[in-house]
Structures are given as C-alpha cells and as structure tokens.
C-alpha cells in the first residue's frame, strides 16, 4: 500500500470499476481538531479538457468540455457520445464551452443553460444560452442565445462564465474583462469585467440597479470585476463568487447590486513578473473590499457551499474552492462571512481543480483540468 503525506496518512486502494484514494484527513473546527476519512471515487476517467459539471435525474451527470463537446456520464461511469446540435464555440485559449447548470425545474421542462465563446465581429465574447435536453439525451433542443457581451474582443483569456440561478428564478453570469481591456472593468458601457443578471427569457430585470442610468448597460449587476470563474449561491440565497488575481490578489466577494469591486483600480495582486498595477492601491472610496484573498494566487476555479450532514458537522456551512495553478480542494471555514481557517484537500492528487459541485445527495463533486479530465467523488467514510 502506497502511502502519501497530506495533514495525516494517505493510502490508496483499488477496486474493480473504481480507483479509490482513501485519505484520513485533519478537519479544522474551532475550538477543537476533529478526524474523518474520505475516499475520492473516480467516476469517469478520459475527459478532454472538462469546465463544468451538472447533475441530472437518475445518477447521470451532464459535463462540458472546453473545445466544444458536451456529453451524458452514466452512474456507471460511461462517458457517453457528444450530444449534437451544441452551438459553434470559440475554443481558443481560455475560451470554449464553459460552464453548465440545469434548471431548478429540470424534472419538468428538461431546460438547461450554458455559457460559451462565442465568435464575432472584433473578437470574440462570453455568450449565455438557454436548450432542452432531448428525451433521448442524445441532443439539444430549441437551443437560443440569451445573452451576449457587448463588446466582442480580440485575445483567449479572461472569458469569466459561471452561471447560477437565483431562488427568484433569475441568472447571474459573470464575465472576464478579457484581460488586455482591463480598464474597461471600470465602465458601465460595456460588459467586460461585470456580472450580468437576466432572466430565463434574456430580459432584463426591472429592479436591475442600471436599467435607468443613462449610458450604462442594464444588464449588469457589479463591475469592476477581473476573471470570474467561481460562482454559487450560498445557503441564505446570496451570491458569492470568486475571481482570479494577476500574481496575486484572487477574491472571494459577494456582489451586491450595483457596486463596484474595483479592479484595476484596487488589487492585492501585482503585474506577472511584478510591479505595481496602476497605483498600486488596495482600498479606495466607492469600491468593495473583497472578504478573502490569496497572495500568492491559487487560480481559483469552482466554487461550492455543503449544505449537507454527509460529512459531519466540522465540514456543514463550509465553503469549498478548487485550485488550477496549487492543485488542490480549499475547504473554507466560515463565520458569516469571516474566513476563520483553511484547509488543502486533495494535493496528493497532483491535478487541476476545474469545478466542485454538491450533488443531490449531499456529496461533494470535483472534476479535474486536462486532456485526461476526471469526475471524482468524496465519499465518507468515517472516523479513522
């Protein structure tokens, strides 16, 4: 038995359709140190470049790729065909087919809504689309674009898109300020570097905070964002999201209806290779301060409360963030919104952390970056 170091002992076991990684793991929570075990479950193994993950009737799992494929993993963990009539994407650096949820009301209307690449005139932009899944599962139907971002621009970074349903039925999607236009984070003329809410129609809520503000956009929601690629609502309804910083300076925000985060005015993060951005401030009047950042940066991707008791009471109401560039799972101790401890999941692993996900039973769902993408399971699995 193979056996690796993570806050405590590692070990790694094999069974038949599933590999294992069994890791007794010391769980933060004040006053006192408590000890569970987990083992990660491979579900699904041989997925190309997987962004997101969404959870479907009957154990099956909807998951996009980056160059444009979606398909249908069964309980069983067959990785099904990709489904047709996905619409053309812009897979072109950090650009693709990107995130997916389904509707609250899937049982019902079997809708769900994903967001892309989207190529045009100037460039390319995050685009926003609504579909129904065919009773066969093998095909989108009555697919149509609801939303797109305004400009679109040259350059394959920075395209944000996560996407998450608010209790009044309403979407937030968040957009990247596609990375050399970060000045225009800061204007309300534009898309780049916001998060827009719509609704399921691509209509813009009355009550958004700009719809009468001459010059500004209405769909938007906050500005002054950089690269949104976490997104969840937490278990009072509110939104919070995560973005990444330049070489440093990632956040965790919630983003309150008209308010401005700052970037790139405001950061903890430097230029790549160092020096100051702009006026090397972190705080200014009129903009947001973020409730957490990492210096040095962990490329946050994914972002998931537990609601759930499948793991106990020390891991109930904890955030959980996956890291690209760090290669592990931040477990997020919270007091309100106060970060009180963190705790690194999963490094043994050695892989990118794309999305996290809780399911329908109560269990957390990661899916790793790569051309050989995995969609893994924490199960629990007791005390050691």
């Keep these: 038995m193979r056996v690796f170091a993570l806050k405590a002992p590692v070990s790694i076991c094999f069974r038949s359709l599933f590999s294992t990684l069994t890791i007794a793991l010391s769980v933060a929570s004040a006053p006192a140190i408590a000890q569970m075990r987990v083992q990660v479950v491979t579900l699904a193994t041989g997925l190309d470049t997987p962004w997101a993950v969404a959870f479907l009737p009957g154990g099956r799992f909807l998951v996009t790729e980056r160059d444009g494929d979606m398909r249908i993993v069964a309980p069983d963990g067959k990785v099904g065909s990709t489904l047709d009539s996905v619409p053309d994407v812009e897979s072109s650096g950090q650009g693709g087919l990107l995130d997916v949820v ?5 049982v019902r209307n079997r809708q769900i809504y994903f967001c892309y690449a989207e190529a045009g005139e100037g460039g390319a932009g995050t685009a926003l689309a609504s579909a129904r899944l065919s009773t066969a599962q093998d095909r989108l139907e009555d697919v149509k674009v609801l939303f797109r971002q305004q400009p679109k621009v040259a350059g394959g970074n920075h395209f944000g898109c996560r996407i998450v349903e608010g209790r009044d039925g309403l979407l937030w999607l968040t957009l990247g300020d596609r990375f050399a236009y970060r000045d225009s984070a800061q204007k309300l003329d ?12 691509g209509k813009v809520p009355r009550d958004n905070p700009f719809v009468n503000r001459p010059g500004a956009l209405p769909e938007i929601w906050s500005y002054g964002h950089r690269n949104v690629q976490g997104a969840t609502l937490a278990p009072d309804g509110r939104l919070w999201t995560h973005e990444h910083g330049p070489q440093g300076g990632d956040e965790i925000n919630t983003p309150q209806a008209g308010r401005n985060y700052g970037w790139p005015v405001i950061t903890y993060g430097v230029n790549y290779g160092g020096g100051k951005i702009g006026d090397g401030i972190t705080r ?3 903009m947001e301060q973020p409730l957490h950042y990492w210096v040095p940066s962990i490329a946050p991707s994914g972002m998931a409360f537990l609601t759930s008791d499948r793991y106990g009471p020390a891991w109930k109401g904890n955030l959980f963030v996956g890291a690209l560039k760090s290669q592990f799972l931040d477990r997020i101790v919270l007091d309100g ?18 999305d996290v996900r809780q399911g329908p039973d109560g269990l957390l769902y990661v899916l790793t970056d790569g051309a050989k993408g995995r969609l893994l399971r924490l199960d629990p699995a007791g005390k050691p």
């Design 102 to 106: 389904a509707d609250t009301d899937f």
């Design 337 to 354: 919104t106060r970060v009180v401890s963190e705790e690194k999941l999963l490094g043994d692993l050695r892989e990118r952390i794309r």
């Design 190 to 201: 534009n898309h780049l570097g916001k998060i827009v809410r719509i609704g399921k129609d």
């Design 284 to 286: 200014k009047d009129g």
